[in-house]
């Protein structure tokens, strides 16, 4: 038997009972309620009838509206923005030492509160104030130097992906260990292979850290570099806002349906590069799935050929890789989870095609 507190939001959407069961519970604990509302009026519209009927909440959205919650979260009570962070690379402080060149970076893990739905508050644990973390890039061959300062209130690491000594891959069983409160510690490695990467605390509990949201994107370029393209990064996440290890929030880079309330904007027949990766914990499998067009991807971004052409990939967590595509018409283009019910928690948003 399950412990009184572990209600899942499964059995939340499953059935009536179970939601009327589950919200007195779940208000002594989190806002789900403000979750719990808005889910129900996103059920109005697309026929999670059990679960309207039990919030009775379904009557501000008329029918077939796309929008999904109300409202929406504002960047400055974050610190971050989606829209800025689907573009937003830090290349570091590049110096030259011996002939090569040196990337030097600087992460600071910190307690942090961040909204991740409309009126959904989650106590995160970030680097450099953000979720996902800062996207690091450097060019294949590369002396990368991460500094990590450590001004949490619990122990945490840096783990890179990526090839490098045993000193260096940010685990609580060699090098420094873990990095306690106060303290600090600078990794560093030769950026390789080329591809696309992550990095992510390693302290135990790890699905704690991760899902508490320490994580973020490496990007390391082929030396000869890529085609010139848009490039975009999308971090799949998820949050537990109810400590029951499963999610009630589904996003990429953060907040629910953020590119669904404002979408990307992309040019027409333009290369876009989408730098894809989930981290997402708790469930076994993530998606991506692009309507009316298809894309190249390039499994982890180490090799420079694509293997498939297709328009949905799915990535454990984990895995990561580079997908490339043209738009041949202007309009609006949904980009969504491929599990439904993600799609529905907040994983879901549009590319807005421009001449
Ligand atoms: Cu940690």
Redesign the pocket.
Known sequence: MSKPTKISRRKLLGTAAGATAALPLLHETVPHRVVHDQLAQAAGTDGHAGHSAGGGTTTAHPKGTQRRTVGSVDPRVNGFDPAEIVRDFDRGTVTREGGRTVRTFEIV?EDREIEVAPGVKFAA?AYNGRVPGPTLRATEGDFVRVKFVNG?S????IHFHGIHTARHDGIPETGPR?IQPGKSFTYEFEARPFGLHLY????SPLA???A?G?YGMLVIDPKAGRPEADELVMVMNGFDTNFDSANEIYAVNTVAFAYHDKPIRVKRDELVRIYLMNITEFDLLNSFHLHANFFDYYPTGTKLEPRDFTDTVTQGQGERGICEVRFPFTGRFMFHAHVSEFADLGWMGFFDVVD
Do not use: G, Y
Not at 154 to 157: D, N, R
């Open positions: 893990a644990w949490s619990h122990p945490h690491t873990n992510h605390c390693h302290t704690e850290h991760i508490k320490l």
